[in-house]
């Protein structure tokens, strides 16, 4: 929304939808990516997807199929494949953009990141909602491997 959507949608397997105002979500759709790309109507296609979930080849292909004619899917995270499938007969023939990177000046944007947090600090108490000790590490691994309800992100507290 801060840099100029006019409605913000969040597709999520897990029911988040009470955390959507915190994250200035418009609608929280509980489903899975796929389920949602197939239902989407051509005009109800969005601009811009925002590809964020990690770790799973299948939505970034998702948002290939959602995403409008001439529209543009950010893909954010690391990947865990050395190639994922993209359509790329959709991609030239819808006129698409698939924009990916990774975070290579980490000091300025924990810099931004950080001037966020002070500006809405009510961001970090929303979006971390367990904190467990170092020595929980694998747990809080293993926890982070299985999405569920009332959580989002976990914390390692160090000493």
Do not use: M
């Amino acid at each position: 929304r801060q840099r100029g959507a006019a409605v913000v949608v969040g597709v999520d397997r897990v029911d988040r939808t009470g955390h959507a105002a915190a994250f200035g979500l418009d609608e929280v759709l509980v489903t899975g990516s796929g389920p949602w790309s197939e239902s989407l109507a051509a005009a109800d296609r969005p601009d811009v997807i925002v590809e964020a979930v990690g770790h799973q080849t299948a939505t970034v292909g998702d948002a290939v199929r959602a995403v409008a004619d001439g529209g543009t899917v950010y893909c954010f995270g690391i990947p865990v494949r050395d190639a994922y499938p993209i359509d790329v007969y959709a991609v030239v023939r819808r006129n698409l953009r698939i924009i990916g990177g990774l975070t290579k000046e980490r000091r300025a944007v924990l810099g931004r990141a950080l001037a966020h947090l002070r500006e809405f600090p009510q961001v970090a108490d929303e979006l971390v909602t367990h904190v467990l000790s170092g020595s929980d590490a694998p747990a809080a691994y293993a926890d982070a491997c299985t999405p569920r309800e009332g959580r989002l992100k976990t914390v390692l507290a160090l000493g």
